[in-house]
């Protein structure tokens, strides 16, 4: 049953909807089928909600003059409750508790942290957008304080390769105390590294769409991103991780010609990676000593460059070898070539 001031109250028994103007002095069966309804919920004496046997739901928007019919994906028989708390917030109880933030146009399923409880829901109401209770036969009584979703409902995450940035989108459904976003990146067998912050919007109950660009990518190869959602409160929830391939994939490892050569006194050194190898770059003498090391650390495939300043030694040839480990089968492959310092 529905009660509003002026008099006007709906109620379902029989299996059909009456409605009264006049305080129940008179009533009109404003609904009636083969259909036997068995719950209605109205939020003002416009708006409302029916349901009956084989799953139907009806709306209606005009007092009861007409109804129309509406579909939930994924529910199933709607069992004894509909609560409609404004005209874009709507609970109904079926296979799930379903809940709409946009009057009805999509819905969403409910979270219970109490097992069984849902299957005997009876009654509900919220007191606001985020808090109220529900009422289970046998199951007793259960509040909620984020309209029994969780506090940061994250629809959407992706990066997306634009040149020499990464771009970051992603969209919530909801927030509750959401103070913010901390935007994490790892290079492959490298460490979580947090490269910014994304500000929250607090308490919403409407998408809010939020985007970051990543302008500090040094290298090329795989790279991973993730999101550190953080509540006012301290408390911090991971997001999915996603993955983004920066820049082409050599076919085969090799190492180019130094340019300038010769060189005075400086030069750079040019090698390519199919794979992420673990590299060290050595420079020796004509009589084979060791000149310079250069300790690359892991590197993902790609294309790479290396200065050399060698001012310090004397004209001559030298030999630059490049070492790259594979990270995975663990062999070693050996990139060389010649330079030439003339002073």
């Known amino acids: 049953m529905s009660i509003f001031e002026g008099g006007t109250i709906y109620f379902c028994g029989d299996g059909k909807i009456h409605k009264s103007t006049d305080f ?36 209606t928007r005009d007092g009861g003059v007409t109804f129309e019919q509406f579909v939930i994906p994924g529910a199933t028989y709607p069992y004894r409750l509909p609560f ?49 209770i529900a009422v289970a036969r046998i199951r007793g009584v259960a509040k909620t304080y984020n309209r029994g979703n969780t506090p940061v409902e994250m629809s959407s995450f992706s990066a997306i390769p634009l040149g020499n940035k990464v771009t970051l989108q992603w969209t ?23 490269i910014g912050f994304s500000k929250g919007h607090g308490t919403v109950t409407q998408k809010v769409f939020y985007t970051f660009d990543d302008l500090t990518l040094s290298e090329q190869g795989i790279v991973y991103y993730r999101l550190k959602q953080i509540d006012y409160n301290g408390e911090f929830e991971y997001s999915n991780e996603v993955e983004v391939l920066l820049g082409e994939i050599p076919e085969n490892y090799s190492i180019q010609q130094n340019y300038p050569n010769p060189f005075n006194p400086s030069t750079k050194v040019t090698f390519s990676l199919p794979e992420e190898n673990k590299v060290v770059i050595k420079v020796f003498n004509a009589m084979g000593e060791l000149v310079k090391e250069i300790d690359k650390g892991n590197l993902s495939h790609g294309y790479f460059e290396q200065d050399f300043e060698m001012g310090t030694e004397s004209s001559g040839m030298y030999f630059c070898q490049v070492l790259c480990t594979n990270t995975i089968s663990g062999r070693t492959k050996s990139l060389t070539i010649k330079m030439v310092l003339m002073k």
Do not use: A, C, P
């Not at 129940?24 to 046997?53: A, C, E, H, K, P």
């Not at 799930?96 to 009876?122: A, I, P, T």
């Open 24 to 59: 129940g002095l008179s009533w009109n069966i404003i609904l009636s089928s083969q259909v036997r309804y068995s719950t209605v919920d109205f939020y003002d004496i416009m708006n409302g909600i029916v349901t009956g046997q084989q799953g139907v739901m009806l709306r």
């Open 84 to 132: 409609f708390f404004d005209s874009l917030n709507i609970f109904i109880n079926t296979s799930k508790l379903y809940s709409s933030y946009d009057g009805g146009y999509s819905w969403r399923s409910n979270e219970f942290l109490v097992s069984g409880f849902q299957s005997y829901l009876e009654w509900m109401h919220m007191y606001d957008h985020f808090e109220g």
């Open 172 to 194: 919530t459904e909801t927030e509750t105390n959401n103070m913010g976003f901390e935007i994490e990146r790892r290079f492959k067998n490298g460490d979580w590294q947090k």
